[in-house]
């Protein structure tokens, strides 16, 4: 079974930018995956951010940005501030049945 | 204003039935596809199940085909997760959240429902 890989954690600085990655145990991530991102803050339900590989939500700010570096999705997050310090989950669209994967999550630490 | 709001959450006994109810409004109800997603206490998110706005097409993760069943009630505006045969690995927060395009994505999420199955 495909396992979709992520950091388990990284951390920025204030003003930084990171990068965060989507990867598959097997194989290479392409826009036909259709990955998307999700925030969520502890005991908050999740929040939409990138879908369709590198379209922002409605309301998100252009701090954040996808796109495919290499063999995976990519999250990048320029200006890092304070309250971007959450999980960030990516998700795959793997076809088939219909399936749609999480990653594991990356717990962001702004510090 | 979408709002999502889940209910039906609680305690069951391994092998017993919860239903989850998921409330919608803010937003026609019947054009959008809506779905499940879940989280185990400390762990990451886990899709279960889609269905698209008419109920045509009906979609499960392969850890819970066979047991949970997806419907909706597009006069009501409701979203349902018959849950049976639960297990205890099926202990989470159940979220509904909407779903735009193909494949969907997960624009909108309600703040979840707690299942926890124990004995």
């Known amino acids: 079974q495909t396992v979709v890989t992520q950091e388990p954690s990284f951390s920025v600085s204030p003003g930084g930018t990171v990068t965060l990655t989507c990867g598959l145990s097997?194989?290479?991530?392409?826009?036909?995956?259709?990955p998307s991102w999700y925030q969520q803050t502890p005991g908050q339900a999740p929040r939409a951010l990138i879908y369709?590989?590198?379209t922002r939500s409605s309301g998100v700010p252009d701090r954040f940005s996808g796109s495919i570096l290499g063999n995976k999705a990519a999250l990048t997050i320029t200006g890092a501030q304070a309250d971007d310090e959450s999980d960030y989950y990516c998700?795959?669209?793997?076809?088939?049945?219909?399936?749609?994967?999480f990653g594991g999550g990356t717990k962001l630490t702004v510090l | 204003e979408v709002q999502l709001v889940e209910s039906g959450g609680g305690l069951v006994k391994p092998g017993g039935s919860l239903r989850l109810s998921c409330a919608a409004s803010?937003?026609?109800?019947?054009?959008?596809?809506m779905n499940w997603v879940r989280q185990a206490p400390g762990k990451g998110l886990e899709w279960v199940s889609s269905?698209?706005?008419?109920?045509?097409?009906?979609y499960y993760a392969d850890s819970v085909k066979g047991r949970f069943t997806i419907s909706r009630d597009n006069a009501k505006s409701s979203l349902y997760l018959q849950m049976n045969s639960l297990r205890a690995e099926d202990t989470a927060v159940y979220y509904c959240a909407r779903g735009v395009g193909w494949p969907y994505y997960f624009d909108y999420w309600g703040q979840g429902t707690l299942v926890t199955v124990s004995s």
């Open positions: 269905i698209s706005s008419s109920s045509s097409y009906i």
């Open positions: 097997s194989g290479s991530v392409s826009t036909s995956y259709s």
């Open positions: 803010g937003f026609t109800f019947s054009t959008y596809s």
């Open positions: 998700v795959l669209y793997m076809g088939g049945g219909a399936n749609w994967v």
């Open positions: 369709s590989t590198n």
